[in-house]
């Protein structure tokens, strides 16, 4: 029996759509109830995705609420999405860094 490690999954760049509340030293504007936030998250699968920009998003003191997930790159242009270059640039360094990027963030104000 060969002990053949598990071939090692590619990463893949997601992008999510993450709503938080309000939490204590946030860095939401003072009259904010929340807020929606535009991430790129590498990971090798969605779930994975979602679980680090969870946890980084707690470790910078915001309250995630819920995670909405878009796609991959790839899946994303085939459903008909544009995406400039601008865009495409910080999927590549989520992708390149292995990390999590927070690329817009739109407050919401009741």
């Known amino acids: 029996m060969t002990d053949d490690p598990k071939p090692k999954r590619p990463q893949q760049v997601y992008s999510l759509i ?6 204590e030293g946030d860095g939401l504007p003072p009259r904010a109830t929340g807020a929606a936030l535009l991430c790129y998250a590498s990971g090798v699968d969605e779930a994975e995705a979602v679980r680090e920009t969870v946890a980084i998003l707690k470790e910078a003191e915001m309250a995630p609420l819920e995670v909405q997930g878009l796609g991959t790159l790839e899946e994303r242009m085939k459903s008909g999405d544009e995406i400039d270059q601008e865009e495409q640039f910080l999927m590549e360094r989520a992708l390149r ?3 999590v990027i927070v690329a817009e963030i739109t407050p919401f104000f009741d």
Do not use: D, F, H
């Open 18 to 23: 993450v709503e938080v509340g309000r939490k």
């Open 97 to 99: 860094e292995n990390s």
